[in-house]
């Protein structure tokens, strides 16, 4: 009785080691599974701040977060690039880029002009690292747009509203490049400003343009006067010329040489073939007079 129930035992117990050691390798698949979706989920996460792709016309700047802060000597080019997951990469759009852009000005007189603008800029690559870390992405409103207003304001309120809207004396061409120049002090290009348009009141628009209407009418008038004064000159120079010219033939015309001419015309008429010369007496002035017949 008692080696059967030992042997009773014996089996209970080994399979009841049996089942621990299975709910165990369950409770171990588990973990492990568990812990590998973690990861997963927690590479899925990282994913994209560890690995940073820069585009075409793109250049990054690293911020290391502890070692040094901004790297400024170094930009990040095209391609894929892995770094830790507690840095940051910021990226930069290195190519010609065009900001619209209007404001209000007033002129000498106090006059209100309305400018619409095309600002074409781009980052100075090189310098990409100082651009992020003194002024930041956010560059083109921090710096460009005040800098080309603040020149235009500036030089905009030395002229008259007409020597604006009718770009008179080149006055629009030196305030570009006055703002060209003052702008892209700040590790940036600005490549060009372009003024699309320029809006007075109506009231003051309409005056110049009444304006520009009478002086382009007096302008023809003086081309006229001008015109007209060149065509005396003209004639009087032509009245000066024949007067001189009958001046000379009346002196060097006398009686004996109008006498022989006549008879050189009154021979040469008289050889010729197609011609019947009547020779009756003779004139007043001893030339004979003729008749001429086919």
Do not use: C
């Given at each position: 009785?008692?080696?059967?129930?030992?042997?009773?035992?014996?089996?209970?117990?080994?399979?009841?080691?049996?089942?621990?050691?299975?709910?165990?390798?369950?409770?171990?698949?588990?973990?492990?599974?568990?812990?590998?979706?973690?990861?997963?989920?927690?590479?899925?996460?990282?994913?994209?701040?560890?690995?940073?792709?820069?585009?075409?016309?793109?250049?990054?700047?690293?911020?290391?977060?502890?070692?040094?802060?901004?790297?400024?000597?170094?930009?990040?080019?095209?391609?894929?690039?892995?770094?830790?997951?507690?840095?940051?990469?910021?990226?930069?759009?290195?190519?010609?880029?065009?900001?619209?852009?209007?404001?209000?000005?007033?002129?000498?007189?106090?006059?209100?002009?309305?400018?619409?603008?095309?600002?074409?800029?781009?980052?100075?690559?090189?310098?990409?690292?100082?651009?992020?870390?003194?002024?930041?992405?956010?560059?083109?409103?921090?710096?460009?747009?005040?800098?080309?207003?603040s020149v235009l304001r500036k030089t905009i309120?030395?002229?008259?509203?007409?020597?604006?809207?009718?770009?008179?004396?080149?006055?629009?061409?030196?305030?570009?490049?006055?703002?060209?120049?003052?702008?892209?002090?700040?590790?940036?290009?600005?490549?060009?400003?372009?003024?699309?348009?320029?809006?007075?009141?109506?009231?003051?628009?309409?005056?110049?343009?009444?304006?520009?209407?009478?002086?382009?009418?007096?302008?023809?008038?003086?081309?006229?006067?001008?015109?007209?004064?060149?065509?005396?000159?003209?004639?009087?120079i032509e009245a000066g010329g024949i007067s001189?010219?009958?001046?000379?033939?009346?002196?060097?015309?006398?009686?004996?040489?109008?006498?022989?001419?006549?008879?050189?015309?009154?021979?040469?008429?008289?050889?010729?073939?197609?011609?019947?010369?009547v020779v009756i007496g003779a004139g007043s002035?001893?030339?004979?007079?003729?008749?001429?017949?086919?």
């Amino acid at each position: 009785m008692h080696l059967d129930e030992y042997l009773r035992g014996s089996d209970k117990n080994r399979v009841e080691d049996h089942l621990t050691w299975r709910q165990r390798l369950r409770h171990l698949a588990a973990y492990l599974t568990a812990l590998l979706l973690f990861l997963l989920l927690l590479l899925a996460f990282l994913w994209p701040r560890m690995v940073v792709t820069i585009k075409a016309g793109e250049a990054g700047v690293l911020y290391k977060r502890f070692a040094g802060g901004t790297v400024v000597d170094y930009v990040f080019s095209e391609g894929v690039h892995l770094i830790p997951p507690w840095d940051i990469m910021t990226i930069y759009n290195t190519r010609v880029q065009a900001r619209y852009h209007e404001f209000r000005v007033l002129t000498t007189k106090g006059l209100p002009i309305t400018l619409y603008l095309t600002i074409r800029y781009y980052p100075e690559y090189d310098l990409i690292g100082l651009l992020h870390q003194q002024v930041g992405p956010e560059y083109v409103d921090t710096i460009i747009i005040p800098q080309v207003e603040s020149v235009l304001r500036k030089t905009i309120g030395k002229h008259d509203p007409e020597e604006i809207y009718t770009t008179r004396r080149g006055v629009l061409d030196r305030i570009i490049v006055q703002a060209l120049e003052e702008a892209g002090q700040k590790f940036v290009v600005v490549d060009d400003v372009i003024i699309r348009r320029i809006e007075l009141p109506d009231s003051i628009r309409d005056a110049i343009a009444e304006k520009l209407i009478y002086e382009q009418k007096l302008q023809a008038y003086q081309f006229r006067l001008a015109a007209e004064r060149e065509e005396a000159k003209r004639k009087e120079i032509e009245a000066g010329g024949i007067s001189r010219y009958q001046q000379i033939i009346s002196e060097s015309l006398t009686q004996s040489m109008l006498t022989w001419k006549g008879i050189q015309a009154t021979e040469q008429l008289a050889e010729s073939p197609n011609s019947k010369v009547v020779v009756i007496g003779a004139g007043s002035d001893g030339l004979p007079i003729i008749l001429g017949g086919q």
